[in-house]
């Protein structure tokens, strides 16, 4: 069993920064895929930023330029920092951890920009 813990949400203007931070736990040796989804009201499940396997990264389009993904291999942790937010990036975000091919979700953070 994997526990996914997020943190690090709140409220913050638009142009301020904020920083997720999730950490995987439980009887794992090591995972490889985590990132973070998100989803706005109204919208869909979107994937914000996310590492793969061999160690790549993936970013939404909307997020390239002002968001970063990184990662602590020996906590499983991975953090997302974000820059230069925007109102249309308020949504819940998720954390995800892929482990022995099942896919395991934090309770999700909120983030709001206000304008």
């Known amino acids: 069993q994997v526990q996914v813990v997020e943190s690090g949400g709140g409220l913050v203007q638009a142009g301020g920064s904020l920083r997720l931070s999730c950490a995987a736990s439980?009887?794992?040796?090591?995972?490889?895929?985590m990132g973070w989804y998100r989803r706005a009201p109204g919208k869909q499940r979107e994937l914000v930023a996310g590492?793969?396997?061999?160690?790549?990264?993936d970013y939404a389009d909307s997020v390239k330029g002002r968001f970063t993904i990184s990662r602590d291999n020996a906590k499983n942790t991975v953090y997302l920092q974000m820059n230069s937010l925007k109102p249309e990036d308020t949504a819940v975000y998720y954390c995800?951890?892929?482990?022995?091919?099942?896919?395991?979700w934090g309770q999700g953070t909120q983030v709001t920009v206000s304008s």
């Open positions: 590492f793969r396997r061999d160690g790549s990264t």
């Open positions: 995800y951890a892929e482990y022995l091919h099942e896919m395991y």
């Open positions: 439980g009887s794992i040796f090591s995972i490889k895929t």
